[in-house]
């Protein structure tokens, strides 16, 4: 991202995504709600690269599908580009969506095997009326295979001709064919060999180049977010817990989530691997039908403290320049004034099934945002 581009293109505020847990064989009550993205606020710059990163359920895809309006936000403003797009409804809601796209983590069962290539590329093309000149759709679409480093002759094939690794790279050309501004990547090369991902990567920073795209990529892997963003946000039961440059993360991370996270990572000198700092987590994430009162991570938190913590959210607040956290301590932390201690793990009790009906795939797939 150029460093004088500070225009945001996508702003969320309060975005919270509460999934009824539903009961009865006659009459369907509602009994309880999964609150998997649960005040979010965020904003993200024109050409940036904003990396999400949590635990597995921690509600990262809910809330990149919630930004393109794939989950109904149950509060909360979702602007882009100055429109908010929660509010939008039939053909603005679908013009919105085309300069929204996403890329899956799973591109074999994001794109439909029946389709070839062409006919995947050509579908977006279509719904928006982007291809109404033949010569011009055809020279487009040899632009694109071009773009994502695929021969011309893979228009004819489908996806189970592919790599993985080749899989992904239609599902980049797919959603970059409606001429997107910003693209939601939801884990976009963990599905891949290790050995791919590194292209694939590259290919995603040398499209935002060219194209000026703004990304936000969500992540399990803090290698591959500390390479590609510029911003990071760290997510923790449905919130932002953290979020600085990418830089500042790793060389200064303050919220205690971040610095076990950190601490998980293993360092390939055995020496710097044997003296550092390893903060263990006592417990598992608690449900998010039931989120623990006060700080969420007040139950897994080695730096906890008597008062506040289990008694009073905390809000993401400014701590140094562009680095917020939502921590009562983190002042305290920071300049070693408490101390990490033993964590005894506290019984969070699930209220119902997380999944109720087995829940959607991870994956999602492409037709839903046509
Ligand atoms: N449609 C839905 N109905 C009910 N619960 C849902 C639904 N979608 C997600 N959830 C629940 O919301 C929570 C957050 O899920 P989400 O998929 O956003 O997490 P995640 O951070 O993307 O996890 P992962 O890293 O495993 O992909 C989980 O508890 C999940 O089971
Ligand atoms: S507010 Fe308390 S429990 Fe939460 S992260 Fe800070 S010290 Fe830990
Ligand atoms: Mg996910």
């Not at 225009?7 to 509602?30: A, M, N, Q, S, Y």
């Not at 990262?60 to 393109?68: D, M, N, P």
């Not at 989950?71 to 409804?89: C, R, W, Y």
């Given at each position: 991202?150029?460093?004088?581009?500070?225009?945001?293109?996508?702003?969320?505020?309060?975005?919270?995504?509460?999934?009824?847990?539903?009961?009865?064989?006659?009459?369907?009550?509602?009994?309880?709600?999964?609150?998997?993205?649960?005040?979010?606020?965020?904003?993200?710059?024109?050409?940036?690269?904003?990396?999400?990163?949590?635990?597995?359920?921690?509600?990262?895809?809910?809330?990149?599908?919630?930004?393109?309006?794939?989950?109904?936000?149950?509060?909360?403003?979702?602007?882009?580009?100055?429109?908010?797009?929660?509010?939008?409804?039939?053909?603005?809601?679908?013009?919105?969506?085309?300069?929204?796209?996403?890329?899956?983590?799973?591109?074999?069962?994001?794109?439909?095997?029946?389709?070839?290539?062409?006919?995947?590329?050509?579908?977006?093309?279509?719904?928006?009326?982007?291809?109404?000149?033949?010569?011009a759709t055809d020279a487009r679409l040899r632009e694109l295979l071009g773009a994502v480093g695929l021969p011309e002759t893979s228009l004819r094939k489908y996806p189970h001709e592919f790599s993985g690794g080749q899989r992904q790279r239609i599902g980049i050309a797919r959603a970059l064919a409606v001429e997107p501004d910003l693209i939601v990547a939801d884990e976009p090369v963990s599905a891949l060999d290790v050995s791919v991902q590194a292209q694939v990567v590259n290919l995603l920073e040398d499209l935002q180049d060219e194209l000026g795209l703004t990304y936000l990529v969500i992540a399990h892997d803090l290698a591959v977010v500390r390479h590609i963003s510029d911003r990071i946000g760290v997510m923790y039961l449905g919130a932002l817990v953290e979020e600085t440059t990418a830089a500042e993360l790793y060389e200064n991370p303050l919220h205690p989530y971040t610095r076990a996270l950190l601490s998980a990572i293993p360092v390939p000198d055995p020496v710097v691997e044997d003296s550092r700092e390893q903060i263990l987590l006592a417990g598992d994430l608690p449900s998010p039908a039931n989120p623990p009162t006060g700080c969420r991570f007040h139950t897994r938190c080695p730096w906890r403290q008597a008062s506040l913590c289990d008694s009073d959210r905390p809000q993401l607040r400014e701590i140094g320049e562009g680095h917020r956290v939502a921590c009562h301590y983190a002042e305290d932390i920071r300049d070693g004034r408490i101390t990490p201690h033993e964590v005894e793990p506290e019984l969070v009790e699930l209220t119902g099934a997380l999944n109720p009906g087995g829940g959607p795939p991870d994956v999602g797939s492409v037709t839903e945002i046509l």
């Open positions: 991202m150029t460093e004088s581009n500070t225009e945001v293109l996508l702003e969320v505020t309060d975005l919270k995504v509460h999934f009824p847990i539903k009961r009865g064989i006659v009459i369907d009550r509602t009994v309880g709600h999964v609150y998997a993205v649960d005040g979010v606020d965020l904003a993200i710059r024109r050409g940036e690269t904003y990396g999400l990163v949590g635990e597995s359920g921690c509600g990262k895809s809910t809330l990149g599908r919630a930004i393109l309006r794939l989950n109904e936000p149950t509060a909360g403003k979702v602007v882009f580009d100055g429109t908010d797009v929660a509010k939008l409804k039939g053909e603005k809601l679908r013009k919105a969506r085309r300069r929204m796209q996403m890329i899956f983590q799973d591109p074999m069962s994001s794109l439909d095997p029946r389709q070839s290539v062409e006919s995947i590329l050509l579908e977006g093309m279509h719904a928006h009326g982007l291809d109404q000149d033949k010569a």
